[in-house]
C-alpha cells in the first residue's frame, strides 16, 4: 500500500513539472498570427484559422468549441459557435468565417470514441487528446478565460497553431 501511495504522489509531482516546464515553452513562442484581410472593403467581419497539430489517429471527430466570454467559457451549452468535423491523423484545419471582432478563447479535444464527452482515466486526467487557445494550460484543470483568451480586430484572419496534449 506505500508503494502505491509512493508511486502516486510522483506521478502527480512528476505531472506538475512536466505542466510547469511546458508552460514556461508555450509562452517563449506565440502562436497567434493576424492578418489583415484586404479581399473586401466593406465587410468588417474576420475569420479564425486554427492549426491543430498532434492528431494520433482518425477515430471519431473533433470537438471544437468557441466562447466570447469569460462567463461561458468551458461550458458546452453555451458555446458561441461549435463544430465537430471528423478527425484526421496528424493535423487538420478548423476555419471560422463571419466572426465579428472581439475577444475569444477556444476548447479541443479529439473525441476518438464518438460519445461526446472527453474521457479521462482514473485519476481524472483527460485520457484523450485536448488543447485550448493560445496552447493555454492550467495547473489542476482547464486554464482560465486570461490564458485562453485572444482578439481578434475587425477584417482580419487569426491564425492559431494548437498543439494537442495528451497524458
Known sequence: MRTILNFT???LILTVFSSCKK???EEIQPSTQI???TT???NTLSKLVVNISGMQNSDGKVSFALYNS????????QAFREI???????????TIDSLPAGDYAFGIFHDENNN???DKNWMGIPSEGFAFSNNAMGSFG????TQAKFTVPEKSIVTQDINLKFY
Open 9 to 11: 504522489f510522483c506521478f
Open 23 to 25: 508552460k514556461k515553452q
Open 35 to 37: 492578418v489583415e484581410d
Open 40 to 42: 473586401s472593403s466593406t
Open 70 to 77: 469569460s462567463a461561458t467559457f468551458n461550458d458546452p451549452s
Open 84 to 94: 465537430f468535423p471528423n478527425a484526421q491523423i496528424n493535423s487538420m484545419t478548423i
Open 116 to 118: 461526446n464527452q472527453i
Open 142 to 145: 482547464p486554464p482560465s478565460y
